[in-house]
Structure formats: C-alpha cells, structure tokens
C-alpha cells in the first residue's frame, strides 16, 4: 500500500513542483492587487499644551506616571500604505485644561489627541478609542536663590586668588515639585582658576546642592537663569613684617619689657602698584594701652582694619594676632664686683694704677627676671685717670651693662694709686723720664710703670708735666 502512494507522490513530480510554484506566484499577484487593510501599533511622544494652567491655576507641578510621555495607538490603513508610514509621521497632543479625574482609578488623567501628517485622514484611520495619558500631581515649590560665586583649583605661585564675583543679577528663581525646591539649601557657580596668573572670566552652570552637600537633580525644575558669567580677580602677593605701638607707661615700680606677638609677618595681595611699597603694616598706638599696668596685658588684635587701602591678606586665618605686652616689677639687687671687673683709662704715659680695694659694691635696679640671671662677670666698668698725676684718687666708675633695661641706682667711686714719672718719647719713640723740675739735673732714665699689686695698671699715654699740690698730691 505505502509503495503505491510513494509511486504515485513521484508521478509527473516536475509537474507538481511547478505547479506549486504557479500556485504562489499566483498568490502575491493576487495579494498585491487586492492591497487589503491592516491595523498596525504606533508610539510617538505627546506634547502637553497649556502647562502654565497647572501651576497657575492649580498651583500644582505634573508628571508623567511613570516617567515616559509617549503613548502607543492602533492605526487601520491598506498595507501599501503601512510600508510607508513610521512614528514619526504622528503627533500626539494632550491640552492640560482638559485635566480630569478618575474617580475609578483614582488618578489624574489628560486626554490624548494624535493626529497624522503624510496622508489624508481618509487613508489612515486612528482607532477611535479616546486615549488618555495619567499623570501625577504634586504641590508646586518655588524658592529663591542667591548664586554664590566660588574659585576651585590653585593660582600660580607668588599670586592670589582676589575677588570672585558674578557679572550681572545672581538671583535665580526655582520652580518645581515641593519635594526637590524644599531641598535646595545653597546654589553656587564654580570657576576653575588652576595656575591662573591673569584675571580669569568664564560662563558657568549654577549647581544646586542640599544641607548635607549633594547635588541636587534639576531635570523636574525650572530655573529662571541657565548659566552666569564669573569673573575671578588674580593678584599679587607679598609678606611684609608686623609692627605694633604702645602708649602709657607702666605703674610706679614696673617696666614695659617687650611685646611678642605669634606672628612677625603676614603676606598681603593686591595689585603690584599698591602693595609694592608697602614693607610693613604699623598697628597704632592706641590698640595697646599700657598707662597703669602692673602685669602682663594679653590681647588678640584683629589687623584687619589696619591694613592699607587695596590690600587683603592672603589667609583669613591671619586676621587675628594674639599679643602679649610684658610688664615686670623693677627690683634692686645689690652686687660685689671683683676690681679685675674694671678697666683704668687715660693714664699718662709712664704712670700705672693700682686699686686700693679687691672689691666694689653696686646696685643694679631692673625687670625682676633679668635681674635675677645678672651675674657679676656681666657688669664691666671703666676708671677714667685723665688729668691724675701720682697719688691716691677716689675715681668715678663707668658701668657698661648688657641689658639697656638695667641701670645703677648711685654713682660708685672706687679708690686708685697712681704712680710713676712723666715719660715723654725721644726722637726715636724711645720712653725718657723727665726729673723733678725743682730739682737739679735732668734725672735721665727709663721708667717701667709697674703696677703696686692686684688690679693695677701701667700708663701709656699722657705728657703734661707733673706739678705738686700743697698737701703734697700730684695733680
């Protein structure tokens, strides 16, 4: 049975192919003149007319549930013109007055409208089903702003970033759902000024940002300025040394011994013509006032207001310099100064000095703490012996001290021996010794100008001749 079906499938099986292959031939020419009506699925996107009635008249903002405004429909039209037609050949509108609510689905829903632009409306038909695109309501924020102008980056060296401001209005005016405006905290516009040298402008989008320092999404906002023009100021810098003045004096009893300050120098910037010649910042007088003090006055001196006209300083943190104006009791202090402390000045030449004592007393007044650390081999004095011939003379002491603060509270005299003859230089620079001029002879000879004992000193200058007073004593 199988193999007479088989025979009879193989039969004339050219015949039958052909047949087949005229059987669809006939098929498409058919199909092609016959052009039936097909209905095929479309999106385009829809375009919401009268927005403003929302927020004006309702004060509210919208959104597309969902987040996409495109919508999709049905259009019935003959297959020839399907071939030709694409999205974009329709347009889809949605007239937000028309705004209704679904009490049903509880939701906002808006009328959608779409019409085609390539063919008469006879040719393609749009399902006639109403379509409608569902929106979300939300309460309409607005808020005002002002943009603040910032720098980011690092100048060149030796300059510094001066005024960075925004040309023109800097009020930006915000709109949009409550739940983003009530976020904004700050709005600011960044200029970048990264190894500027010259004044820098740029145009720069406004960032919005909230408390925490995130940037704010501003695709559901509208704001009333889209960009601001920056201008950052690039200026000269320069250090230059701090200066405080005082006025008063201390209380009875004390004494003004310094003033310290935590900073000696602050750098400044501003044009090269202004800070150029400036070399220091001078706080007056009056900042510091000592009349009375019988202690340390502690202050912190805002400098600010004493800088130069056209100046700043560079670091903010250099504002304010703490000062501190030492006062200190002046105490008396009662010293023993070995005479090997002392130096004999102005002896005439071929005399020598010699002390009578080994030691001296003295007192030096002065700020309590310096005159505590005062030691003996710091106070050197000097004897002047001009005018002193042989003999013994109670000579006045010149103190040198260190310190200008300290001073000697009385004059100290101290007792010398001068001894020897007058020595006057030969023709060769050679020391003669001139006799007595009462006596006979001219007493030639050399003299030594040794010293009587501890602390003496031998002449080397000096040639009047020597007289004697009544009592004895050489002059």
Known sequence: ???????????????????????????????????????????TSVNFENRDYVENQMGKYFE????????????????SIHEKLSNSDFVASADMEKLEYDEQTKTWRVPVIVTQTKYNSDKVMIASKQLYMEVVLEDLGTSQKMIAAEARGTVADGCALGEVSI?????????????VVSQINRAEAVINVD????????????VLYDADGNVIDTTKLELSISSVTITAQILSTKEVSLEFLTRGTAAEGYMVTGIEYDLATV??????AVINPINKITIPEEVLELTGAEEDIVTTVDITPYLPE????VSDSDAKIEVTVRVEPIVTRTFHIPVTNLTVTDLRMGYSAEFEERVITVDVSGPKSMVEKLTTDQIRGTVSASGRGRGSHQLKVDFALEEEYYSVVEQVTVPVTISGEDRRPDTDGNGVTTGNPNESGTGEGSTSGETGGSGGTSGTEGDEDVGETENGEEI
């Open 267 to 272: 750098r400044i910037k501003g044009e090269p």
């Open 195 to 206: 190894g500027m040298s010259k004044d820098v402008t740029d145009n720069v989008i406004p």
């Open 64 to 79: 597309v549930s969902g987040g996409s405004n495109t919508i999709s429909f049905y259009v019935s039209a003959q297959r």
């Open 167 to 179: 040309v023109g209005s800097n009020l930006l005016k915000i709109s949009g759902p409550s739940s």
């Open 310 to 313: 056209g100046t700043s300083l």
């Open 1 to 43: 049975m199988l193999r007479k079906i088989g025979k009879k499938l193989v039969n004339n099986l050219g015949l039958k192919l052909l047949a087949a292959f005229s059987a669809i031939v006939l098929w498409v020419v058919v199909v092609n003149i016959d052009d039936p009506l097909k209905n095929m699925r479309y999106t």
